[in-house]
């Protein structure tokens, strides 16, 4: 029996089609777990979890709090300072009387933190503060729930002894289902304490097990399976065959479903092993022996568990949920003759399952149906990290027991179904799907349309090119920005001066530097009067904080004097420069993320160009045509380039949307040596020349991976042949500039 379920599983398992739709999704998976690694300015990196998690390993639960109550302590500090900041930034007298109000709130802090903030020291873990006031919260947030964990344990327990204990005097609440739910609660809970709680931060596991786009791609790789059980051999009519042989019925459809279980937890362990090792590497993972209760997100499960045997359980119940409607299919490829049957099932099963578990509220009468249903089920980091009782006639009833038993009829459901069906089949044959209605041909003799046609419909690279431009656009307007007090002090007083500098503007700057001089100059004459014993310490801190108020944004002000020296030595003009390095990648590098995405979606819509004339033949009927393949190569080319072009111009103009809603893009005309870090160009280039060039920079990277793309397919004339060789040259040149980049960096 082990071997003819073997036998299934290979005879799947080898079909090409079938080899590189899996390829497929793992390659979806890969690139999704690839691209959560960039954080935005208020996301903290995965790495910054790792590096927190190594700080507090060592340390004991004690050390652990006092550490992270420092950090949350430093993080207050600071954004007391940051609001005074701002506060004063307003540059009015009702910005400085909020200021000294918050000042009179927080007494000291600004003195304390001051020095602190403005030096950066206190960002340990990040790239930003935004970074690592986020990092530090959510930590801070998820220990603080943890080390409360005896504590809650006990106001469980004391609420159901509490109802216990008031039983004579016959109240509702006690035999309702609110005291009879908190008793169950305390008898469940009653097994557990807090002994071997070690606080781990979350992140990496949860990142790793709770993942819907994970179980997405599982679904579709035991939907494609499970479709082919029954469908190939009904297509090629097998069954005539094997049906009539000794153990052709009972074996061999035990056989299938055995091949279609180890399908679910072979791809199961696969995918979620994948995320737990990747996670592992950036994030950080926790020890496989602590608690799982030592995790912040499933404090309150009331199973005694390992993080290793949560890890466990949950692949073995997205398994068999999975199998259940692996089953389903099945029986529904063997009774109906339509070989999409199976297919449309699954994903109408999906669809109302995700719609179910997004529309029902968790306190609704209804919420059995949300929590019980496959997409439901495949949630196990709530069923296994939570706790929840359904009221069934005012009765609780544990959410874990009934998902255990709708899962097990589920499986065993479509087992008995599978068999029952199969053993009764009448109808061996299948039947593909056609429409009601005929599309009349209309010929015609443009060779552009038609070629048109080929690439974008019948290639399936219209899909392949709107999904890339999608991804890339959303990736471009979803990024955030968050402009600091110095960079708001900037952008006001840039956007005043902006243009060609007059007697007034010069009058603005000169004031602003003698503002700053002045401040220079007073904390001189308070450290004096400190080191010469006229006042104390104490009193030097409060009169030097005002100043260092104003101080604060002479930074920012220094980019506002680079500009007005350059204009006083070689002429120009004022420009607000924040957003164009923004644009022109200096200040961020998102430009090889969008080069990767649009590169992948080109090689993916343009790799059956040239390949497609050889794999049907059609290269026979041009090559008989005097003009026909060279014709038809030249059309090719300009087609692919210009949707290219199209694809990469989605990135340029999605962030100028973006960056301008931020940080004015203006000053089009004036010359880019205006801007500091552009000051030793030899030649005058307008603003807009230089975002133009940058853009057709883009556009010309497009057009390079379109060629290469169109040349491999010509050469290699296959499909599969040409997007591996594509994929081996992208990385080889990815990997060639990473270590350029790596190279210049360190020098």
């Known amino acids: 029996m082990l071997r003819l379920i073997c036998f299934e599983g290979e005879k799947i398992w080898r079909k090409r089609s079938f080899l590189l739709a899996v390829c497929i999704l793992f390659s979806v998976h890969s690139f999704a777990l690839w691209y959560t690694l960039p954080a935005g300015e208020g996301q903290p990196p995965l790495s910054a979890y790792k590096a927190l998690e190594n700080q507090l390993s060592w340390r004991s639960e004690e050390e652990k709090i006092t550490y992270m109550a420092k950090r949350m302590e430093t993080v207050e500090g600071v954004r007391v300072v940051e609001t005074i900041l701002a506060m004063q930034n307003f540059g009015n007298e009702q910005g ?114 709770e993942s819907p786009r994970t179980d997405l791609l599982l679904y579709l790789a035991v939907l494609l399976f499970a479709g082919s059980l029954v469908t190939e051999e009904k297509e090629r009519r097998l069954f005539y065959v094997t049906r009539s042989t000794r153990r052709g019925i009972l074996a061999c459809m035990s056989a299938k479903l055995g091949a279609l279980l180890l399908h679910c937890l072979l791809v199961s362990v696969i995918f979620y092993g994948v995320n737990l090792v990747f996670y592992g590497c950036s994030a950080g993972i926790p020890d496989f022996r602590i608690r799982i209760q030592s995790l912040a997100p499933y404090m309150e499960s009331p199973l005694s568990l390992s993080v290793g045997g949560f890890v466990a359980l949950s692949l073995l119940t997205k398994a068999f949920v999975l199998f259940g409607m692996g089953t389903l299919c099945v029986c529904l490829g063997i009774r109906c003759e339509l070989t999409l049957a199976p297919w449309l099932f699954g994903a109408a099963a999906a669809g109302t399952g995700t719609a ?118 959303w990736r471009s307007l979803e990024r955030s920005y968050y402009p600091s007090a110095g960079e708001q002090y900037y952008r006001g007083l840039m956007l005043r001066l902006e243009g060609e500098l007059t007697q007034e503007k010069e009058q603005v700057v000169l004031s602003e530097e ?84 649009q590169s992948v979606g080109i090689i993916l819509a343009f790799s059956g160009v040239f390949a497609m004339e050889y794999e049907t033949g059609a290269i026979l009927l041009l090559g008989s045509v005097k003009t026909g393949v060279k014709r038809t190569a030249r059309r090719k080319i300009l087609l692919c380039s210009v949707m290219g072009v199209a694809l990469a111009a989605v990135a340029p103009l999605c962030r100028a949307i973006r960056i301008s809603s931020v940080y004015p893009m203006g000053s089009l005309g004036a010359d880019l040596r205006n801007i500091s870090c552009f000051s030793h160009l030899a030649f005058p280039l307008p603003v807009l020349a230089a975002a133009a060039l940058y853009v057709l920079l883009c556009l010309g990277a497009a057009v390079a991976a379109t060629w290469v793309t169109l040349a491999l397919s010509g050469k290699s004339r296959g499909r599969v042949q040409t997007a591996l060789l594509s994929m081996l040259i992208l990385s080889a040149v990815g990997v060639v500039f990473w270590l350029f980049r790596k190279n210049s960096t360190a020098v």
């Open 356 to 473: 179910l578990y997004g529309l029902i509220s968790p306190g609704s009468p209804l919420a059995p149906l949300k929590y019980l249903n496959p997409a439901g089920l495949m949630r196990t980091e709530i069923l296994y990290g939570g706790y929840l009782n359904f009221n069934l006639w005012g009765h609780p009833v544990s959410r874990l027991h009934m998902a255990w038993g709708v899962t097990a009829a589920l499986a065993g459901l479509g087992t008995a179904c599978s068999l029952f069906l199969f053993a009764h089949m009448r109808s061996m044959d299948a039947k593909r799907l056609h429409l009601p209605f005929r599309i009349p041909f209309r010929p015609h003799v443009n060779l552009i349309r038609h070629e048109a046609y080929k690439i974008l419909i019948m290639q399936q690279g219209l899909v392949v090119l709107l999904l890339s431009m999608a991804l890339i656009g």
């Open 96 to 209: 400085e009387i909020l200021a000294a109000r918050e000042m009179e709130t927080n007494p000291g802090v600004f003195e304390a933190y001051y020095g602190l903030y403005q030096s950066g020291e206190w960002i340990l873990f990040t790239d930003t503060p935004e970074q690592e006031k986020a990092l530090t919260e959510q930590v801070y947030r998820e220990l603080e729930k943890t080390a409360g964990y005896e504590t809650w344990l006990l106001n469980v327990r004391k609420n159901g002894e509490r109802l216990g204990g008031i039983s004579i005097f016959g109240g509702g609440e006690e035999s309702g289902f609110s005291g009879r739910n908190l008793r169950k609660s305390a008898a469940d809970y009653e097994a557990l304490d807090g002994k071997g709680i070690c606080f781990t931060p979350s992140e990496g596991f949860v990142r790793a097990m």
């Open 514 to 597: 003698k503002r700053f001089e002045d401040a220079f100059r007073t904390l001189e004459q308070i450290e004096q009067m400190y080191e010469a014993g006229e006042i104390s310490r104490d009193a030097a801190d409060a009169l030097e904080a005002r100043e260092n108020m104003t101080l604060y944004f002479y930074p920012s002000f220094q980019r506002v004097q680079a500009q007005y020296l350059h204009i006083k030595e070689s002429g120009g003009c004022f420009v607000y420069d924040t957003g164009w390095l923004y644009f022109l990648e200096v200040w961020e590098n998102t430009t090889l993320v969008n080069l990767l995405i």
